[in-house]
């Protein structure tokens, strides 16, 4: 079984050397280190690890968030912020890069290890669900006592109101009684993206886009600026 390679991002030489040599002796592979997050960002675009292990306080003008937010984009990679930061500011900004783990100095050798090991399996867990997924041509939705069949590519987008969701195709508006969570869960990864808190589009369907909206088949659709840079990433631009 291939050793998990791992790409170490921590500014202070004691903690990195006591890191490398706890996770060498546990079997682990690190793969690269760096304690500025620009060169970090260039050494993880080539060597593609299984997993990043970020201080959030780094050298230079960028930080750990900022770090993982230009990662993001680009790559799906587990990662775990390991930090002496625990301000609400600083959680605000970590859970909006959605981390795998993460870890506030001072630490010990198991909760280190824990952390990986629960980030790795999770991320693993989520890469299968989108696998099984993948195949998935159409839903069958329940409504007015029947199941109704609806093909995947058919559908427009995706509302969630309370703890219902609505779907759009254009041809009907469906009430789910599942959240919006739970019905993007049972659908293929591609080709929807979330583009706000409350919608999930098919990019596909796109129609044009104005500032802080989509329009799919007539349909106003609001993106929030959270979104947008994702969403414009998956579109072919000229």
Known sequence: MKSLQIYLVEDEPLIAETIKTLLEEEGYVICGENDNAKAAIFDIEQLKPDLIIADIMLDGNLDGVDMMNHINKRFDIPFIYLTSLSDQMTLKRVTQTHPSGFIVKPFNENTLVANIELAYQKYKASVSSVTANAHVDSIFIKTKGELVKVA?????????????????????KLLISHTMKYVSEKLPQQPFLKVHRSYIVNYTKIDSLQEGYVFISGYKVPVSRTYKDNLMQHLNLL
Do not use: F, G, M, P
């Not at 559908?155 to 254009?170: F, G, P, Q, R, V």
């Open 152 to 172: 995947v590519d058919e559908i427009l987008y995706l509302e969630a109101y309370d703890n219902y969701c609505k779907l759009y195709t254009s041809k009907k």
